[in-house]
């Protein structure tokens, strides 16, 4: 069965300390792998697209990194505005299966 | 601006009323999508359509209907057969792909409640 799983569900960091979020996949033909970020009342803001092992996309404070099991997601020295829900999606047969999303609060 | 406009961002249910979401897009998509998104849940897929006069049952598609007349359009009828409605409602469209291949763009939502 596809299957994606993020973790943690959720991460508190203080402002400038980075780490980094897990999306672990079982897919059967990987199509493509993507992250998204979800503000409170908002809908998924697409961030990146990855489409084969090892491939890397960065944006700002924000790497995504392929593996052919998982991908990450590294903040470094994050700021406040980048609190949100962070949620994996793996392509798969016709339609994207979404993980449950990490939450992270970066404090001040 | 391109973008996926649903309306309206709050919706109230009676019991035993039929209710519609709607969702337009001017990104020039063919591929349209909606998902429920409920608190601790990912995102789970309803319905989608690949093409205008066409579309596909998603996982959870029972006590929902759905039509797709326009490229730009796509709306979502929660009927009085969905015991359980109260959700963040998700509208997303994108480039036809190979079997997933292509990222979806999402709007804003609709917050259904149960009156």
């Known amino acids: 069965e596809d299957q994606v799983t993020q973790s943690p569900e959720a991460l508190r960091l203080q402002e400038g300390e980075s780490s980094s979020l897990n999306c672990s996949y079982t897919?059967?033909?990987?199509?493509?792998l993507f992250w998204y970020r979800q503000d409170p009342g908002k809908g998924p803001e697409f961030l990146f697209t990855?489409?084969?092992a090892g491939e890397e996309k960065e944006k700002e404070r924000l790497k995504a990194t392929l593996t052919k099991k998982e991908s990450f997601l590294h903040i470094t020295a994050p700021k406040p505005e980048d609190s949100a829900t962070y949620l994996c999606?793996?392509?798969?047969?016709?339609?994207?299966?979404f993980g449950q999303g990490t939450t992270l609060q970066v404090k001040p | 601006d391109g973008g996926i406009t649903q309306s309206p961002k709050y919706l109230f249910r009676k019991e035993g009323q039929n209710v519609t979401l709607s969702c337009e897009q001017n990104?020039?998509?063919?591929?349209m999508y909606w998902y429920r998104q409920d608190p601790g849940q990912g995102l789970r897929l309803i319905y989608y359509?690949?093409?205008?006069?066409?579309?596909q049952k998603g996982d959870i598609a029972e006590g929902y209907s759905v039509s797709r007349e326009k490229k730009e359009s796509f709306p979502l009828t929660v009927t009085s057969a969905q015991k359980n409605p109260t959700a963040f409602y998700l509208c997303?469209?994108?480039?036809?792909?190979?079997?997933?291949?292509?990222?979806?763009?999402f709007g804003d939502g609709t917050r259904l409640s149960i009156l």
């Open positions: 997303a469209s994108s480039f036809p792909g190979q079997g997933g291949n292509q990222p979806q763009h």
């Open positions: 897919v059967s033909g990987l199509r493509g």
């Open positions: 990855l489409y084969s």
């Open positions: 999606a793996v392509g798969a047969t016709g339609k994207l299966i």
């Open positions: 990104l020039n998509h063919d591929a």
């Open positions: 359509s690949q093409i205008v006069n066409d579309f």
